[in-house]
Each structure stands twice: as structure tokens, then as C-alpha cells.
């Protein structure tokens, strides 16, 4: 069956680097768009970037262009967010998420999402 | 595109008919999906191009509308739907979610 586990998340003080790491099985990892999207304390869902399957075509949300990295090794089925100067309002629950149904451009809707990593940014 | 659910919070009980609306600033076409979260667990898909039901869930549940307008009904609440529900566009390159609407027990 599809799973999607994170890992790698923690504390970091800000500025800092962190690099949150998702392990794709059930399915093969080339054939889809991957997604990260966070969920901050008590807060709704936002899509900070995506990978899509063929040409690694990325896009990130305005709230993180420049300090954030997302990466694929299709090779090993794993998807990964390279964070750096982090901020307080980085702090969140991170998911990887597989998007489908795509209509021809952009990630589609995650249909599989993994159980999340948090990332805490604080002194 | 800014999407708008309404109402956020939704008090109701078992066996009620439920509708949670929402609206997109332009149009999405059908390119729009509902998801379903409960506390301390990750978003579940429910429905994605408007109508079209994701496996396995149940049939109470369905999607309608067009362009900037849509709805998730449920027609008949159950003990496992009091959740927070999200609407989603992805029919632009900067995919974005409803503030999310939570379906409370009267």
C-alpha cells in the first residue's frame, strides 16, 4: 500500500538550516508529483512547494522562494526540503504529500500524505 | 486565487444534512478538492475535480458546483464526520486551500 513517512524534523533556532527528508513506498516515486505543505499550530493548510515527476519542474509558495529547497532521488523513492534561515513562523507540522488528478500543469491534488514532521523554530 | 469557505464553524447533529460552501476569487474550472482532518491526523482526500468521489469513501458524501463556486454536502452526518473540512484549487501552478470549516456536535 502507499505510504509517505517524514522524518528529520526538530529544533532549530532561527536562521538556522534544517533538511526534512520523505520516504516514498507502494508506488513509484517518478511517476508523480510530489508536494510539501505545512500546517502551523492551529492553523490551516498551505502549499510551500512541489516537484513534478518528468522535468523536476519546481514551484514555491512566496512565503518561503529563496530560503527553501526541494529535491527528488527517484532512485530511492525520497523526497526532500532543504530549509534554511529559518523563522519563528516557519514553526509547523510538515507533510510530503503524492499529487494526482493533475490537469496538465502544476502538482494536482495530494491524494497520499504522509503523518507529518514538526519543525519548531525558537531561540 | 484566494478561496473562501463558509461558515467556519458548522454545529449540527447526527443525521443532519450538512453543505459547506466555497468560493474561489477566479475561476478554477473543475480543478477542485475537498479534504477531510481530524485532530492530530493528516488531511484526508474526499473528492477531487468538483464531484469525482476518491475510493473508499462513503457515498454520503458528495461535490458540486463550477468555476468559483462549490459545495461539499453530506447528506446524512455520521459520528466519524464531526472533522475539519478544506476545499483546494490546483488549477493554477500555486495550488491553495479554504481556511477550513469545522463540523461540530450540536
Known amino acids: 500500500q502507499v505510504q509517505l513517512v517524514e522524518s528529520g524534523g526538530g529544533l532549530v533556532k532561527p536562521g538556522g538550516s534544517l533538511r526534512i527528508s520523505c520516504a516514498a513506498s507502494?508506488?513509484?516515486?517518478?511517476?508523480?508529483?510530489m508536494t510539501w505543505i505545512r500546517q502551523a499550530p492551529g492553523k490551516g493548510l498551505e502549499v510551500i512547494s512541489y516537484i513534478s515527476s518528468i522535468d523536476h519542474y519546481t514551484h514555491y509558495a512566496d512565503s518561503v522562494r529563496g530560503r527553501f529547497t526541494i529535491s527528488r532521488d527517484n532512485g530511492k523513492n525520497s523526497l526532500y526540503l532543504h530549509m534554511d534561515s529559518l523563522r519563528a513562523e516557519d514553526t509547523a507540522i510538515y507533510y510530503c504529500?503524492?499529487?494526482?488528478?493533475?490537469?496538465?500543469?502544476?502538482?494536482?491534488?495530494?491524494?497520499?500524505w504522509g503523518q507529518g514532521t514538526l519543525v519548531t523554530v525558537s531561540a | 486565487i484566494q478561496m473562501t469557505q463558509s461558515p467556519s464553524t458548522l454545529s449540527a447533529s447526527v443525521g443532519d444534512r450538512v453543505t459547506i460552501t466555497c468560493r474561489a476569487s477566479?475561476?478554477?474550472?473543475?480543478?477542485l478538492a475537498w479534504y477531510q482532518q481530524k485532530p492530530g491526523k493528516a488531511p484526508k482526500l474526499l473528492i477531487y475535480e468538483v464531484s469525482r468521489l476518491e475510493s473508499g469513501v462513503p457515498s454520503r458524501f458528495s461535490g458540486g458546483g463550477s468555476e468559483t463556486d462549490f459545495t461539499l454536502t453530506i447528506s446524512s452526518l455520521q459520528p466519524d464526520d464531526f472533522a475539519t473540512y478544506y476545499c483546494?484549487?490546483?488549477?493554477?501552478?500555486?495550488?491553495?486551500f479554504g481556511q477550513g470549516t469545522k463540523v461540530e456536535i450540536k
Open positions: 507502494g508506488f513509484t516515486g517518478s511517476d508523480y508529483h
Open positions: 477566479q475561476s478554477v474550472s473543475d480543478w
Open positions: 483546494q484549487q490546483y488549477n493554477s501552478y500555486s495550488p491553495t
Open positions: 504529500a503524492r499529487g494526482n488528478h493533475a490537469p496538465g500543469y502544476g502538482a494536482g491534488c495530494p491524494d497520499y
